[in-house]
């Protein structure tokens, strides 16, 4: 298996639940990123790891918690989250942290929040 | 003032034409940027990247940087159905975020058969 993947792909969850999304690379990366896409916005970064160290935390609400165990795995626990926190997670990775860089995303995990 | 301005669209182009995608960005400090491609329902795709003033082609793909005018723009020639997408722009900088993308809302892009 090659590139970025993500699981599940789509997640529907209550606002009491606790639920984690899964992203794995396999191209041998040393950056990894968590997004949201929300409807009508941008493309909104929220947490930036290097090296397995979370480098930024952009200003995400701590019901969004992420970890990184190795540099071929990234999570996002999710817990009490708000139906505004329905959109399509993504996750990407790039060689290094340096601006040239390529970053590459997985498919996404579609989350709905009832 | 949005760090990264797009049209939001749609554009709608008859199939063979150019398709023309423009952004502006507000930071001078900008250095790299970056051209996706994001069908409805999937992630964005990398098209084009381009860090230096001027023209880079690739097959019907030109990207073109003015960093004095802030702009940078995507060519479509021989626009395709298939290239019906929604197109991100995001630009990155050097310094203690550098390496963090930053996107515009995108713009739709129809190609009409």
């Known amino acids: 298996e090659t590139g970025v993947t993500q699981t599940p792909r789509h997640l529907v969850m209550g606002m009491t639940n606790k639920k984690s999304l899964k992203c794995e690379q396999h191209?041998?990366?040393?950056?990894m990123y968590w997004y949201k896409q929300s409807a009508k916005k941008p493309l909104e970064l929220m947490f930036v790891y290097s090296l397995e160290e979370r480098v930024e935390n952009n200003s995400v609400p701590s019901r969004f918690s992420p970890e990184c165990p190795n540099s071929s795995h990234l999570f996002l626990h999710l817990h009490t989250l708000q139906p505004e926190d329905s959109a399509l997670y993504l996750c990407a990775s790039s060689l290094d942290r340096v601006s040239t860089d390529t970053q590459y995303f997985g498919p996404g995990t579609r989350l709905t929040v009832l | 003032q949005k760090e990264v301005e797009q049209n939001s669209g749609p554009l709608s182009v008859p199939e063979g034409a150019i398709a023309s995608l423009n952004c502006t960005y507000s930071?001078?400090?900008?250095?790299?940027f970056f051209w996706y491609r994001q069908y409805s329902g999937k992630s964005p795709e990398l098209i084009m990247s381009i860090y230096s003033n001027g023209d880079k082609e690739d097959g019907r793909f030109t990207a073109q940087l003015n960093k004095a005018s802030q702009y940078v723009s995507l060519l479509i020639r021989d626009s395709q159905p298939s290239d019906s997408a929604t197109y991100l722009c995001?630009?990155?900088?050097?310094?203690?975020?550098?390496?963090?993308?930053?996107f515009g809302k995108g713009t739709k892009l129809s190609v009409k058969p």
């Open positions: 995001a630009v990155t900088r050097n310094g203690g975020s550098q390496g963090n993308l930053i």
């Open positions: 930071d001078r400090v900008s250095q790299s």
């Open positions: 191209l041998g990366h040393n950056a």
